[in-house]
């Protein structure tokens, strides 16, 4: 099984940390393998919210829905995998391995939409995690959080990297049919190899360009997001991404500059030395060249984007091919007046 991560970098909220001493084990080929070679483990959470608010200004949405918590996808650079530490768990290979599963999604996403106060705005899944990650194929339940969407008409947005998001086609027309659903798959690479090694258990390139068309097609708003973007690794290829996303059907692009908050810093850095040892110097400087000599800003209006004259150059590049290929478009304006709150279970009527 591939990893994105390699280590298991110190929970930056615990006081002692635990070093494998493997000095008398290097005979020991199977046991070291299976070291970074993990099982999968699913672990159930007992949350009783499901829906999260967010007051960035870095960030395009108010609330988001995730099912899940770690990812599987195991891509290296992911923002999310400081968040692994709040659990007691790590950054490293226990985000890609521990998967926490909310079961109670679907009964929680209904009680949320049926409270008063609730004034119908879109709700963003996958904001943290990818909801369409391998997990999703057995336990199913942003197909059961879109089913309740779908009666209440609720307006939602997906961003993916997984062409498992066609599994659920029929639902995602029927949402696009009242303008209450947007779609971006997002990729990185049209370079295979080098995709599966930035993104070890996602969809290949070409499945998800498919996904984008197969979206298009069924007259579902897809978009394409770019992200994140490397210096010296995957900006090169802009012009092509951008043009293969046209020619799939979407109507807009975005990109993000990667960023390495806190615990993502280690687990990129041994990645890149690891994968791409005779580019690790370059993609590390280059970066610290859009971050004021630093790997990661948490600057407000620069965090997403970067500063500098590589940042500059970047995007000035995504924004000339995103006008030549008409990615500058807006995605249909979701439709919030046919919301419904969702009918109780019991069939009982409401009171109040």
Request: glycine share 4%; charged share 25%.
């Amino acid at each position: 099984m591939r990893h994105g991560s390699n280590i298991d970098p110190p929970n930056r909220f615990e006081s002692i940390h635990r070093e494998a001493d493997l000095e008398h084990l290097e005979w020991d080929e199977e046991h070291l393998r299976a070291l970074t070679n993990r099982k999968i483990d699913y672990i159930d959470d007992a949350s009783r919210t499901i829906v999260s608010e967010n007051t960035s200004p870095d960030v395009p949405f108010r609330y988001s829905l995730n099912p899940y918590r770690g990812c599987i996808h195991s891509c290296a650079y992911c923002y999310a995998r400081p968040g692994h530490e709040y659990l007691g768990f790590n950054a490293g290979l226990d985000f890609e391995t521990k998967i926490v599963v909310k079961r109670d999604a679907p009964a929680l996403f209904r009680e949320f939409l049926s409270r008063k106060p609730w004034k119908p705005e879109p709700i963003t899944f996958s904001g943290v995690t990818d909801c369409y990650q391998p997990a999703e194929r057995e336990f199913q339940l942003t197909r059961q959080c879109l089913e309740v969407a779908l009666e209440c008409r609720q307006p939602v947005s997906i961003v993916t990297k997984n062409a498992l998001v066609l599994r659920d086609l029929k639902i995602l027309e029927q949402l696009a049919a009242d303008r209450l659903i947007h779609v971006f798959l997002s990729i990185t690479s049209l370079n295979a190899e080098l995709a599966r090694d930035m993104e070890p258990r996602t969809s290949i390139p070409d499945a998800r360009l498919r996904a984008v068309r197969t979206l298009a097609d069924a007259r579902v708003p897809v978009g394409v997001l770019t992200a994140p973007i490397i210096p010296g690794l995957n900006d090169s290829e802009i012009p092509q991404l951008l043009e293969a996303a046209k020619n799939a059907g979407a109507i807009t692009a975005n990109y993000i500059l990667l960023r390495l908050p806190l615990t993502v810093e280690p687990v990129f850095s041994e990645w890149i030395q690891r994968v791409r040892p005779n580019l690790a110097e370059t993609v590390l400087s280059r970066l610290r060249q859009t971050r004021d000599g630093k790997l990661s800003s948490s600057v407000w209006g620069e965090r997403m984007v970067g500063r500098g004259l590589i940042a500059e150059q970047i995007r000035t590049l995504f924004r000339v091919f995103r006008q030549k290929h008409g990615l500058d478009a807006q995605m249909p304006a979701y439709n919030c007046e046919l919301f419904q709150p969702p009918a109780a279970r019991s069939g009982q009527l409401r009171l109040f």
